[in-house]
């Protein structure tokens, strides 16, 4: 299948792919290519859950905690799943992964959860395949606080020292996202999916915008309210993330060529300007998205915030993060508080100058911001919806 057959093929997801494939080459062919594909193993798991019930998530859960080894005659789907997670690449650095995130640890907490929230989701929910598929679980556009809950915590313990080793949370709960992203992608073909049309419900390209926006998309914000990374940070902070895109089950093809943020930023042009337009399930999720960060910003103890001041602050921020025109055809309205980001991002700038001058300074910092990262992952004392999902009877 040619991408110029994609590109008719799949008419709700690509525009402008001929100039884009002028521009990109190869990668663009490579991207279209992966519309049509999901994560095989990830979808025999749910398949076979479906078949083993409460028996079969049981040993997941004990599978995912203390490794395939542990268990005795897996069931196949489930231990060719294990067995892909524990073959770890040989490009892992095994002491990084005990140090964790370190340049997403350095930023403070409040304005990575800023630039997460008006940054990140806001551009993942502006893909209208990824919104379409959101609206219609009937799920999000209600429960978006606690989604924007969970997902911070997913993203804080895949950060956190020793998070992606083998067993610990972060570890565990992105295998659990990406069992919940097969999931929603049975239930969808299910249901009837215009496969022809969109392309495979949460398909390779999708997970790969998402992985942009837990890396340029939020650290590229985070540059515009003074809190910018060094060359080798970026460095850093894509090898990180390579790891997290290995156990999503994302294919090597699209960030092992990353290290960072121009090249990540060539990747995002060329699936921001083959997406189509903007849609009302887009603007549906986004509303709610600010709602919810409105609702938390002002729920936190001790909060500076009243709600009509956290939504212009919100409303300032995703007209910068995302530009003026993505933001008016989203319907976030101009904001009084943009006059004040230079502001904030000086102040941002100076304060970070201080706390990089040397390495005590430095780790103090980032000592203290752990302290608040790992507060926040107690927000959720039921467990996240990736958990009770894998929890579920079958």
């Not at 993203?155 to 998070?163: A, F, H, T, V």
């Not at 914000?221 to 970026?234: R, Y």
């Not at 706390?355 to 300074?361: C, E, S």
């Amino acid at each position: 299948m040619s991408a110029r057959d994609l590109d008719v093929g799949f008419s709700g997801r690509l525009v402008n792919f001929e100039a884009a494939r002028a521009r990109h080459g190869e990668k663009a062919d490579f991207m279209a290519r992966m519309l049509a594909v999901g994560d095989p193993l990830a979808d025999a798991v749910i398949a076979e859950l479906d078949s083993l019930g409460q028996a079969g998530r049981q040993l997941l859960n004990a599978g995912l905690t203390d490794g395939l080894d542990s268990l005795k005659d897996p069931p196949p789907a489930i231990a060719a799943l294990l067995r892909q997670l524990e073959t770890v690449p040989e490009w892992v650095d095994r002491e990084a992964l005990v140090q964790g995130d370190v340049v997403s640890q350095s930023i403070p907490p409040l304005w990575s959860n800023l630039a997460f929230s008006a940054g990140s989701l806001v551009h993942t929910y502006s893909s209208p395949a990824i919104a379409r598929l959101l609206v219609q679980t009937g799920q999000l556009s209600t429960m978006a606080r606690r989604r924007l809950l969970e997902t911070g915590i997913w993203r804080i313990q895949s950060i956190l020292p020793g998070g992606l080793v083998r067993g610990a949370p972060g570890y565990v709960q992105t295998v659990q996202v990406r069992l919940l992203h097969a999931r929603m992608r049975a239930t969808a073909l299910k249901r009837g999916w215009e496969h022809e049309r969109w392309g495979v419900p949460i398909n390779q390209t999708d997970v790969a915008r998402t992985w942009l926006d837990f890396t340029i998309v939020p650290f590229r914000a985070l540059a515009q309210v003074g809190l910018a990374i060094t060359e080798e940070q970026q460095e850093s902070l894509y090898r990180h993330w390579w790891y997290v895109g290995h156990l999503l089950g994302l294919d090597e093809g699209f960030f092992l060529p990353l290290h960072n943020h121009d090249e990540a930023e060539a990747l995002l042009e060329l699936v921001d300007s083959t997406t189509t337009p903007l849609d009302e399930n887009t603007r549906i999720l986004t509303m709610a998205l600010l709602d919810a960060n409105v609702d938390e910003l002002c729920a936190v103890p001790g909060s500076p915030f009243t709600r009509p001041v956290a939504r212009e602050l919100l409303n300032a921020l995703t007209r910068l993060f995302q530009g003026d025109e993505v933001a008016d055809a989203l319907g976030v309205p101009p904001s009084p508080v943009m006059s004040l980001l230079p502001l904030f991002a000086g102040g941002n700038a100076e304060t970070r100058r201080w706390q990089v001058r040397t390495p005590d300074a430095a780790e103090q910092a980032r000592a203290e911001n752990l302290a608040v990262y790992r507060e926040w992952t107690s927000l959720a004392p039921d467990g996240t919806e990736y958990q009770k999902h894998i929890r579920a009877a079958g």
